[in-house]
Every structure is written in C-alpha cells, then in structure tokens.
C-alpha cells in the first residue's frame, strides 16, 4: 500500500469516529428523549458491501526515455567522403542516402569486371561451341600434305626433279668453263665506252657548255612560252561555257607552265658553273668506269674460279641425290609427320574435354563474383540509414576519409524506449506484453501507456534488481531521448477478488481484521488480506460477497457491539421516527439485519481505473 493510500484510510478512520462520537450523543438523546438508555448506545458508523470484482496492485518506478535503437553508421568499404545528404537533427528513411564516398575508382572496377564476365563467357561459348572449321580445314591439309610427303618418299625418285638437278648440273659445268675461259671481248669494249663517255662528260662539265648548247637550251624556253600562249588562249577560249573541253584546256594550259619551267631550269642549270657536287659526282663516275673497264679484262679471280667449281660440285651432290632422294630414316620421318598431322587433325575437330568446359564454366562464375563484388563495393559507396530515425551526430565532414571502423554519424530511432529497474521480490509479476503507464514533468497532464518488451534474464549483482525495458505509445512525438519518467507498473492483480474498501480493514496486532455488520451488530472478523489499491483491499478468506462491513468507527467496536447505521440529519423540528423494536433510526430492513445494498453513505470497492494515452 502506497503512503498515499495510508493517509487515506488514516483520514476515513478519523471521520468514521468523529461521525461516531457524535452519532452515540445525539442518537441517544433522540431515541431517549433525554431518558437514560436501557443498554449500551449503538455506534454509528458507516457501511459497504463486500464485492467481488478486479483489483490490480501498483507501484511507482522511475527510468529515462532513450532511443529504442542506437548506431554509429559507417560504411561498408573505406573512401573519401565526398559529400554528406544529412546532418544533426535531420529525420531519415530506411534507405536514404546520407552520405557519399568517392566513385571514381570503383566505377572503373566495375567496368573491368565487366569486361573479365564478357570475356570469360565468350571464351565459355568458344569452347562449347567446339571445332573451328578454320583449324579444322589448316589441319586437314598438313595431313594431305604429310601424306604427300609419304608417298613421294616411299615412291622413289620424281623424273622432274632429276631432269632439275641435272639441269643445275650443266648450267654449274657451264658457268665454271666461262670463267676458266677468261675475259670476254665484248665486255672489254663495253666498259671501255663507258670509261670514254665518263670522262668526256667530266671534261664537259669543267670547260662548260658551248655555244650552240647554250643557243639551244633558250629556244627551248623561247618555244616553251610559245606553247604556254597558246594553251592559255585556247583555254579562255574554251572555258566561257563550263564543261568537259573547259577542263581539258585547263590541263594544258597548266602542262605548258610546268615545261616552261622546266625549260627555264634546263637553261639555269646549264649556264650556271658546275657545283662541287656535280663535280665530284662525274669524278666518281669515272673512277667506277674505270674499275668497271679493269674488271672487264679481268673478269674472274682465284676465289671466282674456286666457288665455280665448289657449285659444280654441289650441283653433282643434287643430281646424285635426286636419283636416290631418301633413305629408310626419310621414311620413319615421313610417316612421324603423317601421325603427327593426324592427331593434330583429331585435336582440331574436337579441340576441348569436359575439363575444359569445366574449367570455363569456374571462370565465368568467378568473373561473375569479381562483378559482384565490383557492384557491391560501388553500391557501398553510398551509405544508407539502416532504419528510421533522427542523425543525433556528426562524427565526420567532406574530405575525410570514412573505414568500416570509422563512423560517419550517429543514427538513434523514432521509437523511444525507458528502462528501469525493478526488485527480484516482484520480477514474477512483471510479463512481456504488460501494459504500463508512463508520464513526464515535461509533458503534464498526459499519460502514455506503454507496453513491456523485454525483461533481462539476470539480475544485477549488487542491486540484486531486474532491468525491464518498455516501449511507451508516442505518435505525437513528446517524449525525447534523455528525458526523466514516471512509470505506473501493476505487480499483482485478481480479475475475482473478494473486495472492501480499505477503511475497511484495521490491524489489532498482527491479524487483520474486519467488523461485519448484521441485525445490528458488529461482527469482528479475522481476515487474510492479499493486494491492495488506493480504493479496495482484496479479502482472501474471512468473508464473502454480498456481506456488509463497518466502514468507520472501528476503534469504538468490539464483536458484538451495536450498531446504528449513520443515515441523513433529520429535518428542523422533526425527529426520526422509532422502529418496532424501539431502536432509534435506520429502517426496519437495517434492524434485521438484511443486507440491501451499500446502504446510506457506503463506499462501494471498484477495479482501479486505467489511464488513458
């Protein structure tokens, strides 16, 4: 019972016994008509009827609104912040974007993952696809050509190639007697004209050009103009209507500019003094004509006469070789490369196992977990609100660099939550699920009910008490994170207690005990009590619904007493009429002691209200 609640019985008990004190003298003196009593006065007191009904305990406790959830955030992979989508106090969604790190080089991740999948699954297909006619093709012709091989091998000698070496043979023969044979008479005379002509054009060169070459270089340029004129004219002439002939003449008229250049230069060049280079270059010539007229008559050395004759001899080896071209080795070899080509023909057509499928197939699924992986990485870079809620903290600005052990924000839930503590003697009461009251000095006049959702399994070493955990009903948004709270808990109820109101019960040494109220008198009853309210206190043996209980005066009760019920002062000059048995006051059902009701001035037990969110 709560010391509210003391106070109250206390406060009822005094004014049951002042309404007693006074009921005796003035009850007296009405029913007497100032005569002496013939018995012991009755006491007046009060009455209520015993109910059964629902009666709930509870006690005060007090805690602190927090957020129900609570996180750093940080992201999943390390990067620059680049920019920040929220700050303090902003209100976020499940997912919303609140911070970005820097893309760049996971964009270009993603891209070259890419780039291994498709590769990865065109080498998949590649290989699934099987032979490529190509090689195939390649492979057949090595075979045909290995067999070729074989089969001129094993067929002996060709005619043609014996007729070839022989033909080599004859012409080494040939070339070895011309050269055995010495200078050659033609080729003297030959390379002396040239020495001639090399040396008359040297001379030519250091005395200059005569007259009749110079008269004849400046009618060339002369007849050069002329036919430039005359180009010129007959384009005019042919270009005032466009068209093909226009085009033509232009032609021309351009060839006939380009050979009066030329003319010009022919003419330049040749009055002109030779240049150093000329000269040197007409002086080389003649000393290569002069070497030239010296090899001519002595065309062939030593070393000519001796490759001659090693060539006859290489010619003699190729003939005798053509006329008995392999050997039993030739053979062995020719019909290795036959199978060699063959099992590179059979590789061709079926070029991969089932390993190698396999194998393909693992690559694929691994280029797809590096494109995943790439995906995710990108995606992380944008970091989302896991749940609902409010950012409480900054932790970090743009330019830093964020890990997944570096938090970017701190992120607290919509929904609040209030723990408390409370004893190990009550902890049983106390069910997930249980409605419990809460109110705040900073929200007054307003209750919000709350529900229990989790009781820690183990109770504090020192304070041997439990932690309850409790989710208050706030849409409007009142209670904040930090502020102090009141909570309501109910740790014992009867949905069908035997009930009395408190004032009811009174305490003779350690027994608890009740005055029932029939025929008159007071009935002391000793009572076991069980949980209590503000109002009622709930009987649980002594006695049973439907009885009536003195309310007031108990002090002046002993078992037996009698009693009078306190009822409405009369009216001025009039006095209560008397029963039949000469009590005075009350009705006639009163003095039988048959229960109807609550009976005037009763306090009637009921359930304990509940508050309202």
Known sequence: MTVSRVFGVARLALVGMLVAGCGVVGGGNAATGGRAPSGPPATVVTEARVTSGPISQTADYTGTVQALNTVNVVPQIAGQIVKLDADVGSQVKTGDVIAELDKSTLSDQVATAQGGVEAAQVKLAQIKAGARPEAVAVAKANLDGAHAKLDA?????????????????????????????????????????????????????????????????????????????????????????????????????FAAETAVSVANQNLKTLTDPPTQDATNQAQAAVAAAQQAYKLAQNPYTSTDIAQAQAAVDAAQQAYQLAQAPYTDTDVEQAQAAVDAANAQLELAEAPYTTYDVQAAQVAVQQAQAALTIAQTNLKEASVVAPFDGVISAKLLSPGALASPSTPIFTLISNLPQVQFSIEESRIAAIKAGQAVNLSSSAVPGKLFPAQVTSIYPSADPKTHTFTIAVQPQDSSGDLKAGMFVSLVVTVASDPNAILVPNVAVVQQGPQSVVYTVAGGKAHLQAVTI?????????????????????????????????????????????????????????????????PTGTGRGATRASP??????
Not at 535 to 563: K, R, Y
Not at 608 to 613: F, I, L, N, R
């Open 530 to 594: 069980g949980i209590a309210d503000d109002n009622n206190t709930q009987i649980v043996s002594g006695v049973t619904a439907g009885e009536e209980v003195a309310t007031s005066s108990q002090s002046n009760l002993t078992d037996g007493s009698p009693v009078r019920i306190a009822g409405p002062v009369p009216a001025a000059g009039r006095t209560p009429a008397s029963s039949a048995s000469g009590r005075p006051g009350g009705s006639s059902s009163r003095q039988s002691g048959a």
């Open 608 to 613: 304990t209200p509940k508050p309202q969110g």
């Open 153 to 253: 091998v094993q067929n002996g000698p060709r005619t043609e190639t014996v007729a070839e070496a022989k033909a080599a043979l004859v012409t080494a023969q040939a070339k070895l007697t011309a050269i055995q044979a010495g200078s050659r008479t033609e080729t003297v005379a030959e390379a002396k004209a040239n020495l001639d002509a090399a040396q008359s054009k040297l001379q030519q060169l250091l005395d200059g050009p005569t007259p009749d070459q110079v008269a004849a270089a400046k009618l060339q340029v002369e007849q050069a103009k002329d036919s430039l004129t005359s180009a010129q004219a007959t384009k005019d002439g042919q270009c005032r209507l466009a068209g093909f002939q226009c085009q033509a003449a232009q032609a021309q008229a």
